[in-house]
């Protein structure tokens, strides 16, 4: 059986619908009728239905047309995954999870692929930032002397010293 492949589309974690169909063996026009119905569903019942597909178009090569296919979130392929039954329902539902898993993970630790050096420059510039912010933090919030004090206090447009 054919693997999924997860899209990253602006931090959200989705999967072609032309793929889930090939997958499960169905036609991608029978599938994209089940889809617009979970979600004619889901909007009469007040969910939000782009929490669970995107509508979406694609080209074939060589032809100018345009085609509707859906991009699925968990949550829609999880709906997909639940109308399913048998071997193929149920080698969907291990696919995608665990493809959804081994995205998350790879987006929760970006750094696992990289050396250790890498890792380390990385780690070292991330203390680095904040470091200069605390600093920058304490700069501007406190006193050192009464002589660097300021107030608030506006005489016109000029700031006052005590």
């Given at each position: 059986m054919k693997s999924l492949t997860i899209i990253n589309q602006n931090g959200h974690l989705?999967?072609?619908?032309?793929?889930?169909?090939?997958?499960v063996s169905?036609?991608?026009?029978?599938?994209?009728?089940?889809i617009g119905g979970y979600k004619r569903h889901l909007e009469n019942g007040n969910f939000r239905s782009q929490d669970f597909s995107i509508h979406s178009t694609y080209r074939?090569?060589?032809?100018?047309?345009?085609y509707d296919c859906f991009l699925l979130t968990r949550k829609g392929c999880d709906m997909v995954a639940n109308k399913m039954t048998g071997e193929k329902g149920v080698h969907f539902t291990a696919s995608y999870v665990t493809k959804f898993e081994e995205m998350e993970r790879a987006i929760q630790q970006p750094f696992t692929g990289l050396s250790q050096e890498v890792?380390?420059?990385?780690?070292?510039?991330?203390?680095?930032?904040?470091i200069e912010s605390r600093v920058q933090r304490l700069e501007n919030n406190k006193t050192i002397d009464y002589g660097q004090?300021?107030?608030k206090m506006q005489?016109?447009?000029?700031?006052?010293?005590?």
């Open positions: 989705l999967v072609d619908s032309r793929e889930v169909a090939e997958m169905v036609r991608h026009a029978d599938l994209l009728e089940k074939v090569e060589g032809n100018y047309k345009t890792r380390a420059i990385f780690f070292l510039d991330k203390k680095t930032q904040e004090q300021f107030c005489q016109g447009s000029k700031w006052s010293r005590y």
